[in-house]
């Protein structure tokens, strides 16, 4: 059997507060269960309370094909509950609530061990809200091997969006992805012009490090932007959407694996469209995969 390789995810897991009860969430660990399912040993970093809602969140990663040694428990904080409030077209809104167990994240000497074997890593901006969670994360990002694939999938929630919770991870990252309506808020922290093709210009130039950016379009699709060209790709808008929960997270955990497969920016973007396609019929951020979806990266 091939070797599979070595992933981790950086950051929050949550319990997503839905109209007809809680789910599993928490984009680092949704993207962790997705590359599981597209044959990474994949690995969470997080942290929990010491409370039944923690506990929960601990039997259920565990029963997944997921490594989670790496989640810390923290007492006398509470696990993270977040309120996610769907409009008619199933896209979501959160309310987050403070000092909970992710903002007390540690780089512990199991996960600097593990990220020192790492061939990809992802991570978000909003598990970078507290400045002890933030100060593990990038101790976290530099253990890793220089060839590492990191992807810094920014995920901005109002109120957090400040230049503070950006900087560090695109000065990291070899990805950066996010959506189309985080752009132009990119670009206004930065004080640059909202244009998006202006935009995209000036985080090459601010940030040498990045070699793709990544900018999802929702039904529209995706672009693909590298210092060589410029890919855009329309899904098939033929589905019955329940809601879009984890629907960008499993597009992240499509194109690590892609590129550690080392595909083509096309074929990781058709791929990604279709799988994130799938994930929006579907309730909640961690559907399984049907085989046909998973099978090119199995192969």
């Known amino acids: 059997m091939k070797k599979q390789p070595v992933t981790i995810s950086v950051g929050e897991v949550l319990w997503d507060m839905l109209p007809d009860g809680k789910a599993l969430g928490g984009s680092p660990t949704n993207v962790a269960w997705h590359m599981a399912q597209l044959g990474a040993e994949a690995h969470v970093v997080t942290a929990v309370g010491k409370d039944p809602l923690g506990d929960e969140i601990l039997r259920i990663l565990g029963a ?178 329940v809601d879009t929960i984890g629907a960008g997270d499993s597009f992240t955990a499509s194109i690590l694996m892609g590129l550690l497969k080392g595909w083509d920016e096309d074929a990781i973007m058709d791929n990604a469209l279709e799988i994130a396609n799938f994930v929006c019929t579907q309730r909640g951020g961690t559907p399984e995969l049907p085989d046909a979806l998973k099978a090119p990266f199995l192969a």
């Open 64 to 241: 997944m094909p997921l490594h989670i040694d790496t989640i810390s428990v923290i007492g006398g904080r509470p696990t993270s509950t977040v309120d996610a409030v769907l409009d008619g077209n199933g896209n979501a809104t959160y309310v987050f609530h403070e000092d909970e167990a992710w903002d007390f994240l540690p780089a512990t000497p199991e996960a600097l061990a593990l990220a020192a074997r790492a061939k990809g890593v992802n991570f978000g901006s909003l598990s970078q809200r507290s400045p002890r969670a933030q100060e593990a994360t990038f101790s976290i990002l530099d253990a890793t091997p220089a060839e590492c694939i990191r992807v810094f999938d920014i995920n901005l929630r109002p109120p957090f969006v400040e230049e503070r919770l950006l900087v560090g991870g695109m000065r990291r990252a070899v990805v950066l992805k996010m959506n189309d309506d985080e752009l132009p808020m990119v670009a206004k922290v930065f004080g640059w012009d909202v244009d998006p093709e202006a935009a995209i210009a000036k985080l090459f130039e601010k940030f040498p490090n990045l070699k793709h950016i990544v900018v999802t379009r929702g039904p529209r699709g995706a672009w693909w932007h590298n210092k060589r060209r410029f890919i855009e790709k329309t899904p098939d808008d033929d589905i019955k959407k």
